[in-house]
């Protein structure tokens, strides 16, 4: 019995002598806001150092949902995160509102060890307009003092992006973009309760060269129904991490498949 009591203790000093250190080190706090589609991630730190890497990690509450990473802070990040003691993140693809969620943070120690802190509970949505936040703080505040998303148009980088229906075939057109150094990717929705938008195609460079010193057609091999209305949209993540979401391109739906 002794040696069992001496083991749980031993068990929990370790625990609590690794969360100490852990804190010393980093003092990391994360919190989080489900507002609309997205849900919105603020790291603070009141340590002078950082972590090498820091990642997000999120699962929902469903059956068999473990925990997957889903963000990566960039080195440009980090050295802003070192500079202001505060990052905000957006998780652009979230789990269903309809469901709970637990979403943590893993980041690699001065000594190359990996580790994770306690999850943050977030709750589910009663609705797409509610506002939801992580379990340790309710303070919508916080967030509203970041500088609000700029607006960017197509005209604004040199591209042009159309969607059309010929025949059974969705084609999405690009030309330009020869200022959009980093990865390209197609977004789509669909009109219809829950839905966000999805990468759909990933462009090579091959392509993005054809883009640039012409145009491309890119088909959408895979629609879900002609007979929503869908919204499609270019999304660049620059080489600084930085990640541009252009407005969506309107693609009514049909009575046939066919326009």
Do not use: C
């Amino acid at each position: 019995m002794k040696i069992i009591l001496f083991v749980v203790f031993l068990n929990f000093f370790n625990a609590n002598h690794l969360l100490s250190n852990y804190s010393s080190d980093f003092n990391l706090e994360m919190f989080l806001m489900r507002k609309g589609t997205n849900v919105k991630i603020i790291i603070l730190s009141n340590g002078i150092n950082l972590p090498s890497k820091i990642e997000i990690e999120r699962k929902s509450t469903a059956p068999l949902s473990k925990f997957r990473k889903i963000l990566t802070v960039s080195k440009e990040q980090l050295i802003l995160f070192k500079k202001h003691k505060k990052l905000l993140l957006t998780d652009h693809y979230p789990e269903s509102r309809q469901l709970n969620s637990y979403y943590r943070i893993r980041f690699v120690s001065k000594k190359g060890l990996i580790k994770t802190l306690p999850n943050i509970f977030l709750a589910k949505a009663s609705n797409k307009n509610s506002i939801t936040f992580g379990d340790h703080k309710q303070d919508e505040t916080m967030f509203e003092t970041e500088e609000e998303k700029k607006i960017i148009t197509y005209e604004e980088y040199s591209t042009i992006f159309s969607v059309k229906i010929i025949g059974i075939n969705i084609l999405i057109t690009i030309s330009g973009g020869k200022s959009l150094e980093g990865s390209w990717f197609i977004e789509r929705k669909y009109s219809k309760p829950l839905a966000s938008y999805r990468r759909i195609k990933a462009i090579s460079n091959e392509y993005k060269e054809l883009t640039i010193n012409g145009e491309h057609v890119f088909i959408d091999r895979y629609p879900e129904s002609k007979k929503l209305d869908a919204y499609y949209r270019l999304m660049v993540i620059l080489k600084n991490g930085k990640i541009l979401e252009f407005p969506s391109v309107l693609l009514e739906k049909t009575a046939n498949g066919s326009k």
